[in-house]
């Protein structure tokens, strides 16, 4: 007896969180990342459109946040997982007075900080950045970096300091 429901894709209620033309351009940008066309999107394909972008990630960065989206916790995503991740993102974006195009930019810079998705970036995940992005960082300069930009000083930087900082810069 064959299952009539093996095969569909999961049901999910994300999709209205999203206009028709947003849904559509998530749509797209979901096909360009599932290279094979097999509705799933692997570590290796999110790496490779994060190489085509330009950022160079390890693996093992890579593999943790497909992970994270994963509603199974593997290391692949299907579409549900992606427009979710996508809302996730959107939601922590608070400023709308920048283009949208400024905003995600900036928004993803901060995820590449906040390396546990926990909305914040404290010290050891800005070294563990920079080590990643081959930058040479002395312990003086992750201080003097969190001195100011932890705006709040409660010992790491929100996404609201982070675009105070990358936007404005500091005040001195």
């Given at each position: 007896m064959a299952m009539p429901f093996l095969g569909r894709r999961?049901?999910?209620?994300?999709?209205?969180?999203?206009?028709?033309?947003?849904?559509k351009e998530l749509r797209t940008a979901f096909d360009?990342?599932?290279?094979?066309?097999?509705?799933k999107v692997t570590t290796r394909e999110f790496k490779i459109m994060l190489n085509n972008l330009g950022i160079?990630?390890?693996?093992?960065v890579v593999e943790e946040l497909i992970k994270n989206?994963?509603?199974?916790?593997?290391?692949?995503?299907?579409?549900?997982?992606?427009?979710k991740f996508v809302k996730q993102i959107q939601d922590l974006c608070p400023i709308k007075n920048n283009s949208e195009?400024?905003?995600?930019?900036?928004?993803?810079?901060?995820?590449?900080?906040?390396?546990d998705n926990d909305g914040y970036i404290t010290k050891d995940e800005l070294r563990i950045a920079m080590e990643m992005i081959d930058e040479d960082i002395t312990e003086e300069q992750l201080s003097h970096i969190m001195e100011i930009a932890d705006t709040d000083k409660d010992g790491k930087i929100n996404y609201k300091e982070f675009s105070h900082l990358m936007c404005e810069g500091p005040k001195i």
């Open positions: 999961r049901s999910s209620t994300i999709k209205k969180e999203f206009s028709e033309k947003e849904l360009l990342l599932d290279r094979n066309q097999d509705g160079d990630v390890k693996e093992k989206a994963s509603h199974a916790g593997k290391e692949l995503i299907d579409e549900n997982d992606f427009l195009d400024e905003e995600l930019n900036l928004l993803a810079a901060f995820k590449v900080f906040d390396l």
